[in-house]
């Protein structure tokens, strides 16, 4: 009996890991390069883009709901807190996309290219530290009532 549930708990666990790894994958470091430059609602906006399929904010409660299985579920555990503080490994996962962009155009010569890829490695770079800390009170400002940012 008990060795079923930990068999059960691992899936979840593998499941859940599969996930955020999809999301990483599927992330365009461009996408992700506009919203470093737009400051709190360049934030807000990757946030929604990467998690509004499974995270809301109701504005009238002020409280964060997961998407779980076919229903909304109060947030009791900061789990959206956390997932602020994931925003910083997109960034960084970007900026080493923008790091690889530099490393092709100086090989290649093009040192516009190069300036530029480096340039936007230095900007998300930056964000990295800032959404580390996991700063969802302001974020929450920008979560727009219906997913989508206007």
């Known amino acids: 009996m008990e060795s079923s549930k930990v068999s059960e708990y691992q899936s ?5 890991v599969a996930e955020e790894q999809a999301t990483f994958d599927n992330a365009d470091p461009d996408f992700i390069l506009a919203g470093a430059e737009g400051g709190e609602a ?3 906006a990757v946030f929604v883009h990467l998690y509004s399929d499974r995270l809301c904010f109701d504005h009238t409660k002020g409280q964060h709901f997961f998407r779980k299985d076919h229903f909304w579920q109060r947030d009791e555990v900061n789990e959206a807190l956390a997932l602020v503080g994931s925003l910083a490994d997109h960034y960084l996962t970007a900026a080493k996309k923008y790091f690889f962009r530099r490393l092709n155009a100086e090989k290649a010569g093009d040192e516009k290219a190069a300036k530029a890829a480096a340039w936007s ?3 998300l770079m930056g964000k990295v530290p800032l959404c580390a800390g996991g700063n969802i009170g ?3 400002w920008y979560w727009p009532r219906r997913g989508k940012i206007p």
């Open 12 to 16: 979840q666990g593998r499941a859940k």
């Open 42 to 44: 360049g934030d807000a």
């Open 121 to 123: 490695e230095k900007i």
């Open 138 to 140: 302001r974020m929450s």
